[in-house]
């Protein structure tokens, strides 16, 4: 598996894909972890899983001054710009480096969908998604665009 980390100056790129590459490898998974230069899109098309490193509120970040802020905003939407108009998808980690860690790990590890056992009220067992930290921009669309037709169709949401 070939995964990529991108982000902002000074958001804990070079880190998280240190700590993810250790993690993988002792859980046994064979993964290339790097982190994605700019400009990177071309590069990135070829890789299982492109995360990117969000923004934290600039009063957490030590020697913070609004000017770094502002940058690091610029240079964040520039990166999601260019990974959007070249149709990457990519997942957001955000919170401390443990948290990113948790969040990387998740998306490299994706759960499988689970059925429910027992039928609730009678009726036939549902579908259960296990996708609740799931950051997919793509997959969080679809799931809206579907409950927008259902809601239209006026079928029960």
């Known amino acids: 598996m070939k995964i990529a980390i991108a982000g902002a100056p000074l958001t804990g790129k070079s880190p998280l894909a240190a700590a993810l ?24 098309a070829g890789h299982d899983l492109v995360l990117l490193t969000g923004l934290e509120p600039a009063s957490q ?34 919170g401390t480096a443990d948290q990113r860690l948790a969040q990387a790990l998740d998306a490299a590890n994706p759960p499988s969908p689970q059925r429910t056992i027992a039928p609730r009220n009678g009726r036939k067992n549902a579908w259960t998604w296990v ?11 679809r799931l809206l665009s579907d409950l927008l037709a259902q809601r239209a169709s006026g079928a029960p949401t």
């Open 21 to 44: 590459g250790h993690a993988l490898q002792a859980s046994g998974h064979q993964a290339e972890v790097t982190v994605a230069a700019t400009p990177f899109a071309a590069d990135l």
């Open 61 to 94: 970040a030590p020697g913070a001054t609004a000017s770094m802020a502002a940058a690091q905003e610029a240079a964040d939407q520039a990166i999601r710009t260019a990974l959007a108009s070249a149709g990457i998808a990519y997942r957001v980690m955000y």
């Open 131 to 141: 996708c609740d930290k799931c950051s997919d921009p793509s997959c969080e669309h």
